[in-house]
């Protein structure tokens, strides 16, 4: 079972019992769920996942200090700690706190600030390009089991995704740094012999077609490590897994280059078609900075649009 099953069972089982008997006042006002840092709040989770972080827990969200004050936050955080800590074959560490670990209890306008600087969610455009892509993903991955108030609900939605117009800037940006990185300097930095240099401009190139996969796609790039297990529920993309890999995981000798450059050419003929389908674009060669210039133009907010191309690059 996942992680995500097992934490919405040990609510069910331990945690709803516990608000509804011990704080009664608290019904409906406190939200519960599970979502942030972790495989299991994506899904991912699997053997090698239990060998660290892993445990049967939960994250209450709590309304503003008016609403519920921080005694009673104090004896909320005593209850939970107290509960069981064997469920389904796993242990979990009574002494771990959500200022700690990643369950327990949270002040929900706490949760989203440390996450993306803002208690509601409210962001500008300039603060949407600066946030890891990753930590908008573990404000609005995992599951919310209750939240009748809407505390933590209604700010997820307004963070579900990036506004266009920030994710036609990204996606520019990715778009300029491949090019960048597989059509000017990899055949510049191989003519040099410098076959190291030459494989970490194909990591670079690897990580912003990733980068504009994730933006096309309308999804939140996840942490690196998930990001190929990410890529195989993108059913336009999922077929140049094998292309990525090989780039990766292959040399830069005279015939692997050539190579390289096949699945490179393959690739950025992929990204073009659904940029393309997106009307992002009339233009029909390979070359992704040509791309990105037409992607820039169809930024509507001018101050947007009239910012360095690679403005939303990370």
């Given at each position: 079972?996942?992680?995500?099953?097992?934490?919405?069972?040990?609510?069910?089982?331990?945690?709803?019992?516990?608000?509804?008997?011990?704080?009664?006042?608290?019904?409906?006002?406190?939200?519960?769920?599970?979502?942030?840092?972790?495989?299991?709040?994506?899904?991912?989770?699997?053997?090698?996942?239990?060998?660290?972080?892993?445990?049967?827990?939960?994250?209450?969200?709590?309304?503003?200090?008016?609403?519920?004050?921080?005694?009673?936050?104090?004896?909320?955080?005593?209850?939970?700690?107290?509960?069981?800590?064997?469920?389904?074959?796993?242990?979990?560490?009574?002494?771990?706190?959500?200022?700690?670990?990643?369950?327990?209890?949270?002040?929900?306008?706490?949760?989203?600030?440390?996450?993306?600087?803002?208690?509601?969610?409210?962001?500008?455009?300039?603060?949407?390009?600066?946030?890891?892509?990753?930590?908008?993903?573990?404000?609005?991955?995992?599951?919310?089991?209750?939240?009748?108030?809407?505390?933590?609900?209604?700010?997820?939605?307004?963070?579900?995704?990036?506004?266009?117009?920030?994710?036609?800037?990204?996606?520019?940006?990715?778009?300029?740094?491949?090019?960048?990185?597989?059509?000017?300097?990899?055949?510049?930095?191989?003519?040099?012999?410098?076959?190291?240099?030459?494989?970490?401009?194909?990591?670079?190139?690897?990580?912003?077609?990733?980068?504009?996969?994730?933006?096309?796609?309308?999804?939140?790039?996840?942490?690196?490590?998930?990001?190929?297990?990410?890529?195989?529920?993108?059913?336009?993309?999922?077929?140049?897994?094998?292309?990525?890999?090989?780039?990766?995981?292959?040399?830069?000798?005279?015939?692997?280059?050539?190579?390289?450059?096949?699945?490179?050419?393959?690739?950025?003929?992929?990204?073009?078609?659904?940029?393309?389908?997106?009307?992002?674009?009339?233009?029909?060669?390979?070359?992704?900075?040509?791309?990105?210039?037409?992607?820039?133009?169809?930024?509507?907010?001018?101050?947007?649009?009239?910012?360095?191309v690679m403005a939303g690059a990370e």
């Open positions: 079972m996942k992680g995500l099953e097992i934490a919405e069972k040990y609510y069910l089982e331990y945690g709803a019992p516990m608000l509804a008997e011990q704080f009664p006042e608290l019904e409906g006002i406190v939200a519960a769920g599970l979502v942030g840092s972790g495989s299991e709040c994506l899904g991912y989770d699997d053997e090698i996942s239990r060998d660290h972080d892993f445990e049967p827990g939960f994250v209450l969200f709590l309304p503003p200090e008016e609403v519920v004050d921080r005694s009673l936050a104090f004896k909320l955080e005593r209850a939970y700690a107290k509960l069981p800590t064997a469920f389904m074959g796993l242990t979990r560490n009574r002494d771990v706190s959500f200022e700690t670990g990643r369950h327990g209890v949270v002040r929900a306008a706490d949760f989203f600030r440390a996450k993306v600087g803002d208690p509601e969610g409210d962001l500008s455009l300039d603060k949407w390009l600066t946030i890891p892509e990753h930590y908008l993903l573990e404000v609005t991955d995992g599951k919310i089991f209750r939240d009748d108030l809407g505390i933590v609900t209604d700010v997820r939605k307004k963070l579900a995704y990036f506004p266009e117009d920030v994710r036609l800037k990204k996606l520019a940006g990715a778009l300029m740094l491949a090019e960048q990185a597989a059509g000017y300097n990899y055949e510049r930095v191989l003519s040099r012999g410098d076959t190291a240099a030459a494989q970490l401009a194909i990591g670079e190139y690897v990580r912003e077609v990733l980068s504009v996969i994730f933006l096309l796609a309308r999804r939140y790039k996840p942490f690196y490590k998930w990001q190929f297990r990410a890529l195989d529920e993108v059913e336009t993309f999922a077929p140049l897994r094998e292309d990525l890999e090989s780039l990766l995981s292959t040399g830069n000798g005279a015939g692997e280059s050539i190579e390289k450059l096949s699945r490179i050419r393959r690739i950025n003929a992929a990204l073009g078609e659904e940029i393309r389908a997106q009307g992002l674009s009339d233009y029909d060669g390979l070359r992704l900075d040509s791309f990105a210039y037409c992607v820039n133009g169809k930024i509507k907010d001018p101050s947007l649009r009239n910012m360095h």
